[in-house]
Structure formats: structure tokens, C-alpha cells
T-cell receptor, first 110, second 116 residues
């Protein structure tokens, strides 16, 4: 059975304190791993897609990496506006839909 | 680019009534649209997948007669919650995918449904 596990469940950082969020996955035939950001009461906002182990993508203070078992979302020198829930999702096998993890709720304190 | 809208953003209805939610891709044609449901502090759970002009494919446990999905054009899909009950209260989110199966899914802003 496909599984996507995100850790930690919640993370509080001081502004400027870098950290990483983890997404571990067990799926058959990974076709893509997606990172989204979700603000309260809003739909997910697309951040990155990773397709193969070793791939890395960056956008502003965020960097996503992928191995055969997990993905990391590194946040460098976060700001309060980075506070949100970060969702990891996989697309696997023959299905087009995304299978989501439960998310990491990030709070950045000024 | 890649903007998806949903309407309404919030709806409150009485038990037993039906509610229609629209999902539109504003600047691209969506071959496939997906409907998700999200309960408080939980992640998104796929309800159904719809392709333009075809019948929707529902996930196990989702009643197709209760959650009617119509994907009549490449830019519009609708979800109708029929005979809504309080347990149907949730945050409903759609996503749209342009073409290839590995294309990114772009999400709408969600619709908060409250059934009294």
C-alpha cells in the first residue's frame, strides 16, 4: 500500500533559523513527487515537482531534494511569511491523482 | 498562469438541500480535473477524477449518487453535493491538470461547505 509520511507534524522556527522538512514515501512506481504550500482556508499552492532521485530544485528560500526513499524541503533563513502548512504528494503507478501526506505546519517567529 | 478558480468560496445550507460547486481553469485547458475533500487538520483526500466528456471515476467509499461530478468542458467541472447532511460539511478543493499525466496539478482556492 502506498504511504507518504511527513515529519515533523509541526515546526516552530525563529526568523533566520534554517531547517528541513521530511517526506518519506513507499510507493510502487514513483512518477513524481510534489511539494505544495497551503495557507489556512486556502487551496494548495504549487512549489516543486521532482521526478528522479538526485534531482534538486530551488525557489527563493526553498530547496527540494529527492532520494529513492524520501524528499527534503530545506528552508534557508525563513521569514514569518513562510509560515504555512507544507504538503508533500506523490503520483505513482498508473494513476494520475496525487496521494498526499498529512503535512508539516511551519510557524516562523519574528 | 495556471489559475484555477472555485465558486462559491463559502456556502451554508440546510440539511437535505443540494449544493453545486464550480471549478474553472482560467488560463489553460484542463484535460483532467480532480475533486478533493479536506477535514480540519487533515490532509487532502481524493474523491474523484474527471476527464472532459467522460464519466467521473470515484474513489472507494465515495458515493457517486451523492457527489455528482460533471466535466462538461475543458475549463469547467462541477461537483454537486445532493441531499447534504451535516457530516458532509468540509473543505472541498478541486485541481486541474493540463495534459500529460505528469503535468502539475494546480489547485483552486477551495469551497467551505457547512450543512446545518
Amino acid at each position: 500500500e502506498d504511504q507518504v509520511t511527513q515529519s515533523p507534524e509541526a515546526l516552530r522556527l525563529q526568523e533566520g533559523e534554517s531547517s528541513s522538512l521530511n517526506c518519506s514515501y513507499t510507493v510502487s512506481g514513483l512518477r513524481g513527487l510534489f511539494w505544495y504550500r497551503q495557507d489556512p482556508g486556502k487551496g494548495p499552492e504549487f512549489l516543486f515537482t521532482l521526478y528522479s532521485a538526485g534531482e534538486e530544485k530551488e525557489k527563493e528560500r526553498l530547496k527540494a531534494t529527492l532520494t529513492k526513499k524520501e524528499s527534503f524541503l530545506h528552508i534557508t533563513a525563513p521569514k514569518p511569511e513562510d509560515s504555512a502548512t507544507y504538503l508533500c504528494a506523490v503520483q505513482a503507478g498508473g494513476a494520475n491523482n496525487l496521494f498526499f501526506g498529512t503535512g508539516t505546519r511551519l510557524t516562523v517567529i519574528p | 498562469g495556471a489559475v484555477v478558480s472555485q465558486h462559491p468560496s463559502r456556502v451554508i445550507c440546510k440539511s437535505g438541500t443540494s449544493v453545486k460547486i464550480e471549478c474553472r481553469s482560467l488560463d489553460f485547458q484542463a484535460t483532467t480535473m480532480f475533486w478533493y475533500r479536506q477535514f480540519p487538520k487533515q490532509s487532502l483526500m481524493l474523491m474523484a477524477t474527471s476527464n472532459e466528456g467522460s464519466k467521473a471515476t470515484y474513489e472507494q467509499g465515495v458515493e457517486k449518487d451523492k457527489f455528482l461530478i460533471n466535466h462538461a468542458s475543458l475549463t469547467l467541472s462541477t461537483l454537486t453535493v445532493t441531499s447534504a447532511h451535516p457530516e458532509d460539511s468540509s473543505f472541498y478543493i478541486c485541481s486541474a491538470q493540463a495534459g500529460a499525466s505528469t503535468d502539475t496539478q494546480y489547485f483552486g482556492p477551495g469551497t467551505r461547505l457547512t450543512v446545518l
